[in-house]
């Protein structure tokens, strides 16, 4: 079935890092790709998506591209801020199993000052 | 507009025991989903209901029951709870089905069964 996996958490980086999260997908046919950020004790806010190939989602200086020939879709930020500590879910629509998202595990990002 | 909203924040239970959780829209969407969130899996789908009237069961819908009430409700039910339903649940709704259009997410019911 489909699939999504997302690089191992948590990451450490410090304040006005490069950030790169890595997240591979396996899916028949052509679902839409999501990036959600989950703030502490909050609920999922969608961030990004790109709904075909080589389109770029992009949203508060983050961006991902939809690269079908490696199904990938890494979320990049070029300089993160203290207030981008959360936990990052990369998300595909799956058409093969009615619409539903399918999520990777999350990857928690902690930005130091 | 307040969004999703869920109840309760927080609650604990004791095997065997039920109980209902309870989510609400004002957005006026068509679809709505209850995901649980365990460490290490993200989210899984429980159960969803594409439009008033329909639901359908996710990936993990064993133990549940839900109802959706009118538009706005969408109610997920533990007939007995089990240790194993300790979780954080998260209620979403969208305009249309998965991917057509964005969920939204409640801040989510922790739930601890002793």
């Known amino acids: 079935g489909d699939s999504v996996t997302q690089m191992e958490g948590p990451v450490t980086l410090s304040e006005e890092a490069f950030l790169t999260i890595n997240c591979t997908y396996t899916a028949t046919g052509y679902p839409s790709l999501f990036w959600y950020v989950q703030y502490p004790g909050e609920g999922l806010q969608l961030l990004l998506k790109?709904?075909?190939?080589?389109d770029k989602g992009s949203n508060k200086g983050f961006e991902a591209t939809y690269r079908k020939e490696t199904t990938s879709f890494h979320l990049e930020k070029g300089s993160v801020q203290v207030s981008d500590s959360a936990v990052y879910f990369c998300a595909l629509d799956s058409y093969n199993q009615g619409g539903k998202l399918i999520f990777g595990q999350g990857t928690e990002l902690s930005v130091k000052p | 507009n307040a969004g999703v909203t869920q109840t309760p924040k927080f609650q604990v239970l004791k095997t065997g025991q039920s109980m209902t959780l309870q989510c609400a829209q004002d957005m006026n969407h068509n679809s709505m989903y209850w995901y649980r969130q365990d460490p290490g899996m993200g989210l899984r789908l429980i159960y969803y209901?594409?439009?008033?009237?329909?639901?359908d069961k996710g990936e993990v819908p064993n133990g549940y029951n839900v109802s959706r009430l009118n538009k706005r409700e969408f109610s997920l039910r533990l007939e007995s709870a089990a240790p194993s339903q300790t979780s954080v649940y998260f209620c979403?709704?969208?305009?249309f089905g998965a991917g057509r259009s964005t969920q939204y997410f409640g801040p989510g019911t922790r739930l601890l069964v002793l």
């Open positions: 209901s594409a439009s008033e009237g329909t639901t």
């Open positions: 790109a709904t075909k190939a080589d």
């Open positions: 979403a709704s969208s305009e």
